[in-house]
């Protein structure tokens, strides 16, 4: 997919947004193992050129946008840039090109006026919003949102992990309970528990982050809900180094993700999100994993996130993965 950015570079804080759009999609991208290419214009190398002209910037500009299969607009200055290049995008629309398109306006007075039956703010362009309108194209108070709608036209999730004291009580606690006390390895120490007992349970988890008060068989463990938007789907769980143990044993990362959810791979984007966070705490060269042999789905996600098998039992396998990307491979 070959996707483009389009909005004016005219300030500061307008290059400090477009590098944080380019930042966002790329990330949730990578994310989801898609293919694409991103064109945005304040990565473009005669932007740091003092000698550079109109031609080369519009001859960039056009033939970048002519292959451009979904765009991001930003048209909340009018920038004539900007105007320009949407009206270029909808005349391929006119001639059936296959595109998506994401105009975003960043202005409240839109909304507020829509309420009196106006379709724009005083004093924006009504050609502009007209256009879209007239074409069913639905305008965007903010790049957040867009992305959000470029993502559900594709079916890509936008995960993040969160620590579990960060997260509405009762929104981990249901996750919590929606698993059941061993699933395929994963254990649910907060199995059964009572709202008011779950509530200890999390104050025990951030004393466990922190190596408080822990057993002579604990190691700190850091527990994590993997989020999409704002409900969780799954439980990450980063233990800071290895006990003989877990190093024979469970490993670094142990995980679940809620039954609906299963399948989607939500488990191999969680998983790589937790490396990440395991490259800030583990100070061994390898992730330690273990993973039951009638859970092929969990090890599917291990090996797309480079793992390999390093040994077996009867019932586990028992996987790793390279902090330094230069792992074994599996034969």
Known sequence: MKIYIVGPLFSEAEEKQRKYEG?????????????????????????????????????????????????????????????????????????????????????????RNSLGGLESSCGFNSMVVGILKGNKITIYSSFEEALQAFLHDHGWADLRLERIEDVAVEQSYSCYQSFDNDENGFQNDAYGLSMEEYKKFVERCVMDSKGIDLPDWKVPQTTYMLMENDHPVGIFKLRHYLNEALRNGAGHIGYGIVKKYRGKGYATMGLALMIQEAKKIIREDEIYFSVHKDNPASLKAQMKNGAWIDHEDDEQYFTRIALNGEGKKHV
Do not use: W
Request: charged share 30%.
């Open 23 to 111: 930042e966002r999609i790329r990330h949730i991208l990578d994310l989801n193992h898609v293919d694409y290419e991103l064109f945005n214009p304040v990565d473009m190398p005669f932007n740091s050129k003092e000698d550079v002209t109109s031609s080369e910037i519009a001859l960039a500009d056009v033939q970048r946008l002519n292959e451009a299969e979904a765009v991001f607009f930003d048209l909340s200055t009018e920038d004539s840039g900007s105007c320009v290049a949407l009206g270029m995008m909808m005349e391929k629309l006119a001639n059936g090109k296959k595109l998506k398109l994401y105009p975003v306006i960043h202005d409240i007075r839109l909304k």
